[in-house]
């Protein structure tokens, strides 16, 4: 599985940007998906998740009622649209393909992941 991110850029306080995951290799309608950010000297940290169907979404306390994460199976992709930003979510955002059906917030139960891209939020 491969999985490409895009959509990351520079933005200013307040901005809003969405980011995509598209995969190739497997169809990801069978398995969660999820979003975790690592910002500079710190260690990676749980964003979004959402269940194989796209029912069910999780979210970090940090991003909850800004961001928004959706999957559009037919076309092999998730997404996290990310609104009202914050200078501390700048970060390097990763998407991740789970080993599973439901969401978990835990990243050693995702088996694949993408390279990343970079959101930086000015003040």
């Known amino acids: 599985v491969q999985l490409q991110a895009s959509g990351g850029g520079l933005v200013q306080a307040g901005d809003s940007l969405r980011v995509s995951c598209a995969a190739s290799?497997?169809?990801?309608?069978?398995?969660?998906m999820g979003w975790f950010r690592q910002a500079p000297g710190k260690e990676r940290e749980f964003v979004a998740a959402?269940?194989?169907?796209?029912?069910?979404?999780l979210y970090a306390d940090s991003v909850k009622g800004r961001f928004t994460m959706s999957r559009d199976n037919a076309k092999n992709t998730v997404y996290l649209q990310m609104n009202s930003l914050k200078p501390e979510d700048t970060a390097v955002y990763y998407c991740?393909?789970?080993?599973?059906?439901?969401?978990?917030?835990?990243?050693?139960?995702?088996?694949?992941w993408g390279q990343g891209t970079q959101v930086t939020v000015s003040s």
């Open positions: 959402i269940n194989w169907s796209g029912g069910s979404t």
């Open positions: 991740a393909h789970a080993r599973f059906t439901q969401i978990t917030i835990v990243a050693v139960n995702y088996d694949y």
């Open positions: 290799g497997r169809t990801l309608s069978r398995y969660a």
